[in-house]
Each structure stands twice: as C-alpha cells, then as structure tokens.
C-alpha cells in the first residue's frame, strides 16, 4: 500500500504561486510515477504533471508547461507541484497519485482556487 497525502492548497490572486506537497509512504517508490490531477468543477480529472521515482523524469501538461514545476525530496519522500503564474482557470482540486503500470494510489485532494 502507499499512502498519499497533499498539503499546501489555498486561495491566491491570479499571478501569483503556490506549492504543493505530496508525502508520500508506505512502500519504496523505485519503480513508481508520482504525478499530480486535478479537478474542476463540472469537468473530469485530468493530467498535470508526473515524475519518474527512477530517473527523475518529468512531463507536463501542455495547459502548465513553463508555469508548474514537479519536484521530488528522495530523503523526505516527497513530490512537489511549484505553481507559478496562476491563472483562474487553475482553480481545482489537485490530486497526487502514484502507479507503477499495475498499482495505482491517489491523495484525498487539496483545493486551489485562484480569484481573477
């Protein structure tokens, strides 16, 4: 099993930042993505960024690439989502979740609503 759980959700003014954490725990993630969802009202989940646990590579949704930054702290387990130019349309619930192909674990979820 592993558990997810996301911190660092809140209200910010269009243009400005936010970071999300995701600690993660459980089991070694050596073969596992660590990636982060999100979900706005009325719509269905979608991608936003992904990490790999093997070699630290990253994708991103073409919707955030170039404002969000994933990250990860080996030693504290950890999965980042820096947010940097956010836009209204940002507002949702942000998910992590982390799979290996076979296994798939998802956080609670941490709201971001981003006021015009």
């Known amino acids: 099993q592993v558990q997810l759980v996301e911190s660092g959700g809140g209200l910010v003014q269009a243009g400005g930042s936010l970071r999300l954490s995701c600690a993660v725990s459980g089991r070694t993630l050596s073969r596992y993505n660590v990636g982060w969802f999100r979900q706005a009202p009325g719509k269905e989940r979608e991608f936003v960024a992904s990490?790999?646990?093997?070699?630290?590579?990253?994708h991103y949704a073409n919707s955030v690439k170039g404002r969000f930054t994933i990250s990860r702290d080996t030693a504290e387990n950890t999965v980042y989502l820096q947010m940097n130019s956010l836009k209204p349309e940002d507002t949702a619930v942000y998910y992590c979740?982390?799979?290996?192909?076979?296994?798939?674990?998802w956080g609670q979820g941490t709201q971001v609503t981003v006021s015009s």
């Open positions: 979740a982390a799979g290996n192909g076979s296994d798939n674990y």
């Open positions: 990490i790999s646990w093997s070699d630290d590579s990253t």
